[in-house]
């Protein structure tokens, strides 16, 4: 499973987040075992998941964007559901500075 990876999970961080969402997943993209991408958000329940759609000449990939702790995911490649509650489970999350969105 090492050297043919399904499934990938990275937890992001500041630091390098757009190297995980860039250059790192186009090399990820170059192994063929390759078909699900999980990116996990640290400072709040926020997750990106990418899945493979193979084609007959070329594969695309799909994603969703999940928030909120009351999200659940499907991993096809482990043929499980996966809430976000469970993925960050006794983690705190910072106070966000920022005002909810008003309504107009």
Not at 39 to 65: C, F, G
């Amino acid at each position: 499973m090492l050297a043919n990876p399904a499934l990938i999970v990275e937890v992001l961080s500041l630091g390098t987040e757009a190297y995980d969402r860039g250059d790192k997943f186009t090399h990820y993209k170059s192994i063929e075992s390759f078909a699900e991408y999980l990116l996990i958000a640290q400072h709040r329940p926020h997750a990106t998941h990418y899945v493979k759609n193979a084609d007959a000449t070329y594969a695309t990939w799909s994603y969703e964007e999940l928030n909120g702790l009351d999200q659940t995911l499907r991993l096809a490649t482990l043929d499980c559901a996966l809430t976000l509650t469970d993925v960050y489970q006794d983690v705190e999350f910072p106070p966000t500075n920022v005002p909810p969105l008003e309504r107009r």
